[in-house]
């Protein structure tokens, strides 16, 4: 089992920043990716950016791309989510995600909230 604990969600005027953490705890894979989903009120959870911890490889959703940078840290086996000229309408749930390739498995953290106001 993998456990994954998300830091750095809060209240955040329009044009401001805030940075995501997931922290990985347990179980580990060689093969696995991790990243972030996002889910608005009322709206289907949508994904956000992910990176492969294996090739360093990074995959945003266009819409984001430019402003959201997705990054990690090895040896905290920590993924981090920089939001630079946030929205109104980033305002959300953000989930940290960790998938496994070998098995096609998702692990999911319970979510940080993200508020940004007008």
């Known amino acids: 089992q993998v456990q994954l604990v998300e830091s750095g969600g809060g209240l955040v005027q329009a044009g401001g920043s805030l940075r995501l953490s997931c922290a990985a705890s347990?179980?580990?894979?060689?093969?696995?990716?991790m990243g972030w989903y996002r889910q608005a009120p009322g709206k289907e959870r949508e994904f956000v950016a992910a990176?492969?911890?294996?090739?360093?490889?990074?995959y945003y959703a266009d819409s984001l791309k430019g402003r959201f940078t997705i990054s990690r840290d090895n040896a905290k086996n920590t993924v981090y989510l920089k939001m630079n000229s946030l929205k109104p309408a980033d305002t959300a749930i953000y989930s940290c995600n960790y998938y496994s390739y070998a098995y096609g498995r998702n692990y999911w953290g319970p979510g940080t909230q993200v508020t940004v106001s007008s």
């Open positions: 347990g179980r580990t894979f060689s093969s696995y990716k």
């Open positions: 990176i492969n911890w294996s090739t360093d490889s990074t």
